[in-house]
């Protein structure tokens, strides 16, 4: 038991260092480079993106075996909305230089600085009320904004896509990219993505007051 403690402790870590590592580096370029610093975004970050984003997997298991309260959906949809996203851009390598990419993982980001500390916190046995609070209340508005961005981009692949004259015409990095980036899948995607994020920020808003709620009785009864 103390062992598996340690290694979320550790997973915590890494990926907060892994998120604050990204977030840096892309102020840096942009401070440094101005809107140019776009276009490189995924070339300087993708791959400590991607890195991070495939230890968020584990999280789900933390979940699922109660070493970490917290709801098993709402974190099962923003993993996978990410994954099947940093695919797509994988597989799409003419559209990685998108602005749109940037604002993506800046928003990414955000949300991995907003949650690691607390999750660290809890871990260590010193949960912290405002960080609780900072986490509950700012990470919905952004999690909204990353759902919307993310349905943008996915609309931005489809016009791609058309303006491209069918997927033999453009030049894909996956061999596997061919299924994955067919109009009509993106076009489910982009609908299960509609549905999931309004589910998700359904019970982010009810997961916040049933957590504030348990912290103020807490509060109440010492």
């Known amino acids: 038991m103390y062992y598996f403690v340690s290694s979320l402790r ?31 975004t ?29 709801r098993l959906f709402p974190r099962f949809m923003q993993i996978m909305q990410r994954n099947v996203l940093l695919l797509l851009l994988i597989s799409l390598e003419e559209f990685q230089s998108k602005p749109i990419v940037c604002v993506q993982f800046y928003l990414w980001n955000i949300l991995g600085l907003l949650r690691y500390p607390h999750e660290l916190f809890c871990l260590i046995g010193t949960p912290y009320f405002k960080m609780l609070w900072v986490h509950q209340t700012l990470s919905i508005p952004v999690y909204l904004l990353s759902a919307v961005t993310e349905g943008i981009s996915i609309s931005h692949m489809l016009l791609y ?56 009785k807490k509060l109440k009864t010492d």
């Open 42 to 70: 995924f070339y300087f970050v993708g791959v400590m993106m991607s890195a991070c984003q495939l230890l968020s997997l584990l999280e789900l298991f933390h979940i699922a075996d109660g070493f970490e309260e917290c």
């Open 161 to 216: 896509l058309s303006e491209s004259e069918g997927m033999d015409s453009v030049q894909l990095k996956v061999p596997a990219s061919k299924y994955i980036n067919s109009p009509y899948i993106l076009m489910g995607w982009l609908l299960l993505l509609v549905l999931g994020s309004s589910l998700t920020l359904i019970l982010l808003l009810k997961e916040r007051k049933e957590n504030l709620e348990s912290w103020d």
């Open 10 to 40: 550790k997973l915590g870590r890494n990926e907060f260092c892994g998120h604050t590592w990204i977030f840096a580096n892309m102020t840096a370029r942009f401070l440094s480079f101005g809107e140019d610093a776009q276009a490189g």
